[in-house]
């Protein structure tokens, strides 16, 4: 259970680092594709993307 836990957290700041890069359009080429994918994947990952990005905003 503990790699499990483990292994979720590392997808989340994979997730997070990515998508923040994504959000300010510093992903390379590969990494919009991926992003791309990722949205295409699920309604969660969109709402995802669309709560960082309004987090980030009101920070800004």
């Known amino acids: 259970m503990l790699y499990y836990i ?15 890069k994504f959000l300010f359009g510093k992903c390379t080429e590969k990494e919009t594709t991926e992003v791309q994918l990722w949205l295409s994947e699920s309604d969660h990952n969109k709402s995802t993307l669309s709560h960082l990005r309004a987090t980030v905003s009101s920070q800004l």
């Open 6 to 20: 483990v292994y979720n957290a590392t997808i989340m700041i994979w997730e997070s680092n990515i998508l923040l």
